[in-house]
């Protein structure tokens, strides 16, 4: 099967912005929760990335996740990513190391009791298998099986902040069509991530196939600075101080040309995310988020 997305990552703890809590979709609507993150969850911890080759199912995602907790001795939160499918998973993993266990003993060290549960960047555990492929969109602010980054004409509007789904909407048109890309070609739930004049970007969603009004904000954005932000140009602050982490992944896709999507993680999770089409830098590094620790 073909590799899905070029994305590295690199995770030290700290929480992401709980920007997909829930959401789904239903009749052509898509619902997404963004606002404060999830506080029932620890803030302060750990926070892995893994891969696995060809998980689909929430419980593929929760035997990788153990597996990998295993292979370090260490309870956490694992972001497991697919490399043949579009779909993401935390997998937050209990379990206490097996006392007296070292590889100077000859013990292979491994987790006592370890179980998985799926969750989406909110912390909540997962209900249904549709919610990987959201939340994979949601990290990735693309869709990895069919990346789409569109430049908005300054007639629509210059920047995102302030900015209302009606203005942008319009321009996002134009610029698919411009890309030989007809709208109304492209499925529900179709991702495309906006660059604006003032360098702000921002992830919008098809949700309906009327004429007009079926692009909505996908509730992530950044601004020029590559700072994750609202709709109203404000900051999204990170809530954690401390932890430890780790992990990467890397793949490529072949979609109107040679995509790289490069993702970065730095300490206390904070994530870089750089899109690269035909050896050209599309968007420029930017804050993906934090994830949950």
């Known amino acids: 099967m073909e590799l899905i997305g070029v994305v590295r990552k690199t995770l030290t703890s700290r929480r992401w912005k709980s920007w997909l809590v829930s959401g789904g979709y239903s009749a052509g609507v898509v619902f997404v929760s963004c606002g404060v993150p999830d506080q029932a969850m620890a803030l302060n911890g750990f926070t892995q990335v893994t891969t696995c080759a060809s998980c689909y199912t929430r419980a593929d995602f929760v035997a990788s996740g153990i597996q990998a907790a295993n292979s370090i ?13 579009a ?15 070292y590889p100077s003993n000859g013990c292979n060290p491994y987790l ?3 179980a998985g549960t799926a969750e989406t960047q909110g912390g909540a555990a997962m209900t249904s298998d549709s919610q990987l492929s959201l939340l994979d969109q949601g990290i990735f602010a693309v ?16 920047s995102f902040i302030g900015s209302l789904d ?10 698919l069509a411009n890309k030989g890309i007809n709208w109304i070609t492209l ?12 360098g702000t970007r921002a992830a919008f969603v098809k949700t309906n196939s009327q004429i007009t009004d079926h692009w909505a904000w996908f509730g992530v954005a950044w601004n020029a600075n590559g700072q994750p932000i609202n709709r109203g140009g404000g900051l999204i602050q990170n809530p954690n101080t401390s932890g430890t982490g ?12 040679s995509w790289e999507l490069d993702i970065v993680g730095v300490d206390l999770c904070t994530m870089y995310e750089t899109i690269i089409v035909d050896g050209e830098v599309v968007v420029q590094p930017h804050d993906t988020g934090w994830e949950p620790c």
């Open 246 to 257: 780790g992990g990467s992944f890397r793949g490529v896709i072949s979609h109107g040309g």
């Open 187 to 198: 499925p529900l739930g179709a991702i495309v991530l906006v660059k604006f004049q003032d």
């Open 87 to 101: 779909r993401s998973a935390f997998v937050a993993v209990t379990g206490e190391p097996a006392p007296n266990c």
């Open 73 to 85: 001795a260490r309870p956490g939160t694992f972001l497991v990513i697919s490399n043949t499918y």
């Open 112 to 114: 006592i009791n370890a």
């Open 143 to 158: 869709d990895r099986k069919s990346p789409t980054v569109v430049t908005l004409s300054p007639q629509y509007q210059t």
């Open 166 to 175: 009606e203005e942008v909407g319009p321009g996002i048109d134009q610029a």
